[in-house]
Nanobody, 116 residues
Framework: QVHLVESGGGLVQPGGSLRLSCAAS????????MGWYRQAPGKQRELVAT???????NYADSVKGRFTISTANAKNTVYLQMNSLKPEDTAVYYC??????????WGQGTQVTVSS
């Protein structure tokens, strides 16, 4: 079994910061990519940021310069530092882990609300 435990969501004012974390455990071997995606009401799930086992990162244009993805704990934990948050960042944020040839697993999601 695979377990992804997400935390760090919440309510924050525009311009504020939040840090999301996602800890992976279970039958996961040789993680290739960890990432964060988000889904706002009425919209499709979209990529926010990914990081490979080698440390290469990829960001959506909308978050470049504001969000930073990183890993820790032998790269089984992924973080998303979100600064200068905007109301349009409001969404459910999902952690995703990919390993092996084609295995993938999603976290349960954590709500981020940016509002005054």
């Amino acid at each position: 079994q695979v377990h992804l435990v997400e935390s760090g969501g919440g309510l924050v004012q525009p311009g504020g910061s939040l840090r999301l974390s996602c800890a992976a455990s279970g039958s996961i071997f040789s993680i290739n990519v960890m990432g964060w995606y988000r889904q706002a009401p009425g919209k499709q799930r979209e990529l926010v940021a990914t990081i490979t086992s080698g440390g290469s990162t990829n960001y959506a244009d909308s978050v470049k310069g504001r969000f930073t993805i990183s890993t820790a704990n032998a790269k089984n934990t992924v973080y998303l530092q979100m600064n200068s948050l905007k109301p349009e960042d409001t969404a459910v944020y999902y952690c995703n882990v990919r390993w092996g040839a084609s295995s993938s697993f999603w976290g349960q999601g954590t709500q981020v609300t940016v509002s005054s």
